[in-house]
């Protein structure tokens, strides 16, 4: 079997290569962002971003960073770009910009849409289909619109004044907005007659732990559960907290109540993990900042009892484990005392809908969440679609924001008549960033610069004030290293075989030695004559047709690929170009305009 | 030129020759030549052959004389010695480079009108002398840095990019080189790495002149659809003659055994040769000459290890001049004194 021909028409091969956009789940435009950043048109940076992703302030602190873990730059040198810090650097140095977002016509489409709870799902949900003219009611049991960013993330990490100018952009569109109104019946919504109506409330109760001790003495009030009890920080009912803190648990959420726990005056405050620290859940960046504020963390036990003594909680005795190397069984070989005068659960989320009936036609999963089409969000009853961490479970924050977006084009369809299983095409362009010769409309340049490091506020501060955002801005001289460490993956080599000499230019400039001209064979043979074979690469090699004069292939393993241009600098005959992919996910509005009802 | 300089990225993984060097020590800055310029590739073979034949930078010397093909040096090896003269002359400067101190590797780049225009005189002694050197062609057939003019290697009737005929016969440096009594002669293609990187290693394998004549493209003014020494038309008619290895370094071309002639190099190890015609013999001066005299006539480009003879003494084995480089002698052994010029004046009355 010979290797087959690339098809560079499915938007999908140029769509891989660039790594960050296709992680993300809202498929944002990461490299143009970051270039135009580079050319000082924040505005532009933060509406394209907005485009996309719709908080870029918020997730620019808070996003768990899909991107980053598979940014190219990472595999270059040792880091991947700091994405997500600029994201934030965007959101930040961006004037006002309200004037350029859209808005709801005065002239409404007469179909009604309700969306449960105020959340980032919601919120998308509304972002996408006011400006088509729907009406929008949005309930939400709380005061104000954020969900779960408001009342589970502490404002150390994300300061109000980012979470309110954001979510009010979206309400300032012309949502209906009912706070303080739970919704408790969704029969009775029904029965109010919206066209559509989007559950995006959240997983928003926190998992208890019922072992011995828990309800013992004055444990019900010094064992504490992590969302309440951050909701209850957030809102300002909880102020202190007991010196010694035990915090079960070491997710993300497990890190936000350690943190919490320190400024409320908890100065020994200590995660308690099962798994050994290879298997924590948290992310990386966020454990360092636990640990830089004095959090000890102490893994491979398990909580056994809650130890009440006179009344009074003195500690919870732990289960020493052993794993095995893959960490998937234990034993235990021991058990300690931890003495703790609190301890905060932050040992998992669960879905709750009591509000929900069911005999109503939404079928629910036995672990209690409801079935939901991974694609078009929709649940068993068609007029009824679940996102964010009501569809599936807990997941972060951009998660919410893409079901969001799927949401809005099924209810969108399901309005006009279209079946919700037709999902819009991506629209993909390709075009050539050549300037003049040897000239490029972006730095084609590497910049061997490494991974800038965010400056924190100093600790004495971060515990003296409890809303102090801990991590400060990049300094105008990181931004500037920072957006020139990215490799611009959008703009991609493109081949035209019919143009090459087989010179060989292309093969000798190239920084990486990721081309190669060599007789058609079958992958393997063709991975073996590689110029330099892929070191545990599976990704697939790009072939061109048969060249002209000796009907040898072309081969590019796009691994390492750093976007230099050299290759089409050196060639003769443009048969490489460089030409930028520009590539959107659609959302409502574009899927209208893609296929008129 | 590029508008930037080739990064070296941290990632890519570099094997290390026995001196421990990767293959982007033995590059230069960037080169000035034209996208497609058949001397890159050659350039890049060249380096990929010094690099293998585990040659430190700083025992090379680099010559040229003028032209584009002289403007390459500068493209390899940045921390080798080296020196540009003027047109036509590297040869007499790499002569007495070479008399002074022939410890250093002598690597003289040409170009068809460099070495057979006005350099064929000097070209001629220094095959004569058997100067240990590697004198190295690249041969286009047009003069391309002053706008495509016929070169001494353009065929007989071969078209200018401007559709004038040539009318005047080439001098094929093979032959040449034949007739004088050289002691290495090779052609390669600079669009055929694999076959171009084992003939430069033998060449700077060889204990005496290596001439190495390299079919190499001008894109700009000899690429055209009538052009002789074209990308397509050097595929078209290129003839190997030999395969070879370099038995002793990682090469990309597998020779088989049988058939094949093994001739032992001076620096250790030997040059693998195989002959393609049954009846070729690379050692044959009479032969090759006849075999080259039929092909060229048929339009042929054969190409290869042509002709070798590690017998002949080089220059200095001749003269029984210097072993220490002149540079490394007590100065009373390098000018012995009034007396001792006395002496020898007097021995020639």
């Known amino acids: ?597 | 030129m590029p508008s930037i300089t080739k990064p070296l990225i941290p990632a890519v993984r570099r094997e290390r020759n026995a001196l421990g060097l990767t293959i982007r020590d033995y590059e230069g800055p960037m080169s000035t030549l034209c996208a497609g310029c058949g001397h890159d590739s050659t350039t890049a073979a060249l380096v990929q052959a010094l690099w293998q034949s585990n040659l430190e930078p700083h025992r090379v010397v680099k010559l040229s004389g003028i032209g584009c093909s002289s403007k390459t040096p500068t493209y390899f090896l940045r921390s080798a010695h080296g020196f540009n003269s003027v047109h036509g002359r590297m040869a007499p400067i790499a002569t007495g480079a070479n008399a002074a101190n022939r410890d250093l590797l002598y690597l003289g780049i040409s170009g068809d009108g460099d070495a057979l225009s006005i350099g064929l005189g000097h070209l001629c002694h220094a095959v004569r002398r058997n100067v240990r050197m590697v004198y190295l062609i690249e041969n286009n057939g047009v003069y391309g840095l002053t706008k495509g003019q016929f070169s001494p290697t353009a065929d007989l009737g071969s078209l200018s990019h401007r559709g004038e005929h040539n009318l005047v016969p080439p001098i094929d440096p093979m032959l040449l080189g034949l007739s004088l009594g050289a002691t290495f002669l090779a052609r390669g293609f600079s669009g055929d790495k694999a076959h171009l990187v084992p003939i430069l290693e033998a060449a700077l394998a060889h204990r005496g002149f290596a001439l190495v004549d390299v079919i190499s493209p001008c894109v700009q003014f000899n690429n055209h659809a009538a052009s002789t020494k074209s990308y397509a038309a050097t595929r078209a008619h290129e003839l190997h003659v030999t395969d070879l290895a370099v038995p002793h370094a990682p090469v990309t071309a597998t020779i088989p055994t049988e058939g094949a002639v093994d001739v032992p190099m001076p620096g250790g190890g030997s040059v693998r040769l195989r002959a393609l015609p049954a009846d070729y013999d690379p050692t044959d001066r009479r032969s090759v000459s006849a075999f080259l005299h039929e092909h060229a006539g048929r339009g042929e480009v054969p190409t290869g290890l042509l002709f070798l003879d590690e017998s002949v003494p080089d220059m200095h084995e001749r003269s029984g001049s210097s072993r220490v480089p002149l540079n490394q002698l007590a100065f009373d052994e390098l000018c012995p004194g009034a007396d001792a010029l006395d002496a020898l004046q007097a021995a020639y009355r």
């Open chain 1, 1 to 597: 079997m010979v290797v087959q021909r690339t098809d560079v028409t499915d938007p999908a091969w140029y769509a891989r290569v660039v790594d960050c956009q296709w992680a993300c789940p809202a498929h944002t435009d990461v490299p143009q962002y970051i270039r135009l950043i580079g050319q000082g048109r924040y505005d532009e940076a933060y509406l394209l971003n907005r485009e996309s992703n719709v908080f870029p302030g918020i997730l620019g602190r808070t996003c768990d960073r899909p991107c980053e873990p598979a940014c190219r730059r990472g595999r270059v040198d040792a880091d991947p770009v700091a994405i997500c810090r600029l994201k934030r650097v965007a959101a930040d140095l961006c004037g006002d910009v309200t004037d350029r977002l859209p808005r709801a016509p005065r002239e409404r489409n007469g179909h009604r849409v309700a969306a449960v709870g105020a959340g980032p799902a919601s919120l998308t949900v509304a972002n996408d289909l006011l400006p088509l003219g729907y009406e929008v009611t949005i309930f939400d049991g709380s005061g104000a619109a954020g969900g779960l960013m408001r009342s589970s993330i502490p404002a150390f990490r994300l300061p109000v004044e980012v979470l309110d100018t954001e979510t009010a952009a979206v309400l300032a569109m012309g949502a209906d907005v009912r706070f303080g109104q739970p919704v408790s019946s969704m029969a009775g919504l029904l029965a109010d007659g919206y066209d559509a109506v989007f559950v995006g409330s959240g997983a928003p109760r926190g998992k208890d732990l019922e072992i011995p001790g828990r309800h013992e003495g004055d444990a019900d009030a010094r064992v504490h559960v992590s969302l309440d009890w951050l909701a209850s920080v957030a809102f300002g009912h909880t102020t202190t907290i007991g010196r010694r803190v035990v915090v079960l648990g070491v997710g993300n959420t497990a890190m936000d109540c350690s943190r919490t726990a320190r400024r409320l005056g908890g100065d020994d405050v200590t995660v308690v993990a099962r798994r050994p620290r290879a298997f924590f859940r948290a992310s990386p960046w966020e454990l360092q900042d636990a640990v830089d504020e004095g959090i000890a963390i102490l893994s491979e036990r398990a909580p056994r009892r809650f130890v009440v003594e006179g009344g009074h909680l003195v500690g919870v005795e732990l289960d020493v484990l052993e794993w095995d190397a893959t960490a998937v069984h234990s034993e235990v070989v021991g058990t300690e005392l931890l003495p703790a005068d609190d301890v905060v659960l932050a040992v998992g989320q669960e879905n709750a809908f009591p509000w929900i009936e069911r005999d109503i036609g939404i079928a629910f999963h036995q672990s209690g969440l409801p079935e939901v089409d991974p694609v078009t969000m929709a649940s068993t009853r068609p007029d009824v679609f679940f996102g964010g961490d009501a569809a599936f479970g807990p997941q972060n924050i951009v998660w919410a924001v893409a079901h969001g977006h799927e949401a809005a084009i099924s209810i969108d369809n399901r309005c006009r008549g279209v079946p919700v299983s037709t999902r819009p095409p991506p629209r993909a362009s390709l075009t050539s960033q050549k300037v003049s010769i040897n000239q490029w409309s972006y730095a084609n340049d590497f910049n061997p610069v490494g991974r800038q490091e965010t400056p924190h506020v100093d600790l004495a501060r971060r515990f003296a004030e409890l809303h102090v955002e801990v991590e400060l801005d990049f300094t105008p001289a990181q931004i500037e290293r920072e957006i020139q460490r990215c490799l611009n993956c959008d703009v991609q080599t493109r081949f035209s075989e019919r143009l090459c000499v087989e010179c060989d230019a292309c093969i000798d400039v190239c920084p990486v030695g990721c081309l190669t001209i060599t007789e058609d064979g079958t992958d393997d043979e063709v991975r073996a004559r590689l110029t330099v074979p892929p070191a545990g690469s599976t990704e697939p090699l790009y072939v061109s047709g048969p060249l002209p004069q000796t009907g040898r292939v072309m081969v590019k393993d796009e691994d390492l690929c750093v976007h230099c241009g050299l290759c089409a600098e050196r060639c003769p005959t443009a048969a490489w170009d460089m030409a930028r992919l520009h590539l959107v996910h659609p959302t409502a509005a574009a899927a209208r305009a893609a296929a008129p009802a």
